[in-house]
């Protein structure tokens, strides 16, 4: 009666967004270590939120 066997629709956000918490670490440690200034100030606090926001997206990614 009803197909269950359909793939999820937001199994592909879920990925890559699994995949970026991963990876945006990686990229604003550098920052991080190189000192943040002011004019930095925002990047950091941009690239954090959107590790944030990653995470809770792709917190659920393979658990299939």
């Known amino acids: 009666m009803?197909?269950?066997t359909?793939?999820?629709p937001?199994?592909?956000i879920r990925a890559?967004?699994?995949y970026a918490a991963i990876v945006l670490p990686m990229v604003y440690l550098p920052?991080?270590?190189g000192?943040?200034?002011t004019e930095r100030l925002t990047v950091v606090a941009g690239l954090l939120l959107a590790n944030a926001a990653?995470?809770?997206?792709g917190h659920d990614y393979g658990t299939e």
């Open 2 to 4: 009803f197909d269950t």
């Open 16 to 18: 890559a967004a699994f």
């Open 31 to 33: 920052i991080l270590a």
């Open 10 to 12: 937001t199994a592909p």
């Open 6 to 8: 359909r793939p999820d």
């Open 35 to 37: 000192g943040v200034s």
């Open 54 to 57: 990653a995470l809770v997206l």
